[in-house]
């Protein structure tokens, strides 16, 4: 059995393995701190955001911070099972391989 097929598309992209990344090891991350992270535009980002909060991998807090409006984002237990099968995928996949 070819594991490559266990792998979940939607992680396919760097900049979506790296926001899962950063969300499974920190309760929260505020939107600039994943920018500067993960070094990208708020543009590419902000769409890269809204496909995880699309397959419900990630959760999207709004509030404030005085009068500045502070948006965070936090993994929900979709998300981070989806994202403990894609790696246990790629460590079968590396296995495999071998």
């Not at 929260?28 to 890269?48: I, P, Q, R, W």
């Not at 911070?65 to 948006?71: C, Q």
Request: no cysteine.
């Amino acid at each position: 059995m070819n594991p490559i097929g266990n792998l979940n598309k939607v992680f396919e992209s760097r900049i979506r393995l790296g926001v899962m990344s950063v969300l499974m090891v920190n309760e929260e991350v505020s939107f600039n701190d994943l920018k500067e992270m993960l070094e990208v535009t708020d543009g590419n980002l902000a769409s890269h955001l809204g496909t995880l909060e699309e397959n419900a991998y990630i959760k999207v807090h709004k509030g404030f911070i005085g009068r500045k409006t502070n948006t965070t984002y936090s993994i929900t237990k979709t998300g981070e099972k989806a994202f403990k099968g894609h790696l246990a995928a790629l460590e079968a996949m590396i296995k495999f391989s071998q």
